[in-house]
C-alpha cells in the first residue's frame, strides 16, 4: 500500500524547504513555551491554517473554472487549462508530488500532519501546568484595579 500524500509530500519537497518549515515551527512553539496565556489562540489559528492538500484542491478548482469560462467565452483551447489542473491533481494523489507543489511549500503551506505537530507540543506545553502572564500582559480591565499613582484634578493634599 503506498502511503499517504501527507507522508509523502515532505519526500518530494526540497530539503532545505523542509527544514525551515520545521525551524519556523520550533520558534513559535519556543515562543508559546514563553507565553503559554497565548496557546489558546494560536491553536484557533492552527484550526484556521489551510494545509497544503487544501490549497492545491483551491487553486486546482480555480482554474477549472476559470478555464471552464474562457472556453465558453473565448475559445475552446482554454480547456486545456482544467486539464492541465485535473492531471495535477491526479498526479499528486497518485505520486504526493505536482509542479504546484515546490511553490506551495516554499510559501510556507504545511500538511495536516506538520500542523498537527505543531498542535500536540502547544498541548503538552498546557498539561504542563498554568502559568500567569508578566504584568504587562494582563488584560485592560485588571489595570483599573491599580492604585492611582498621580492625585486626580481637584484634589488638594
Known amino acids: 500500500m503506498l502511503p499517504g500524500t501527507e507522508e509523502r509530500v515532505p519526500q518530494h519537497t526540497a530539503p532545505e524547504v523542509n527544514a525551515e518549515i520545521r525551524r519556523a515551527m520550533k520558534r513559535r512553539i519556543a515562543a508559546m513555551r514563553e507565553r503559554p496565556w497565548q496557546i489558546d489562540r494560536r491553536l484557533d ?62 510559501l510556507g503551506y504545511r500538511t495536516s500532519i506538520e500542523i498537527d505537530a505543531e498542535r500536540m507540543a502547544l498541548l503538552d506545553i498546557l498539561e504542563e501546568g498554568p502559568a500567569a502572564p508578566p504584568p504587562m500582559a494582563r488584560r485592560p480591565d485588571d489595570l483599573a484595579l491599580r492604585p492611582a499613582t498621580a492625585p486626580m484634578r481637584g484634589m488638594r493634599h
Open 45 to 106: 489559528q492552527l484550526d484556521q491554517e489551510w494545509d497544503v492538500e487544501r490549497v492545491l484542491e483551491a487553486n486546482a478548482a480555480a482554474v477549472v473554472l476559470a478555464g471552464a469560462a474562457l472556453a465558453v467565452v473565448h475559445d475552446r483551447r482554454w480547456l486545456a487549462l482544467p486539464a492541465a489542473a485535473a492531471g495535477f491533481l491526479l498526479q499528486h494523489a497518485l505520486q504526493g508530488w505536482c509542479p504546484p507543489l515546490p511553490l506551495v511549500r516554499r
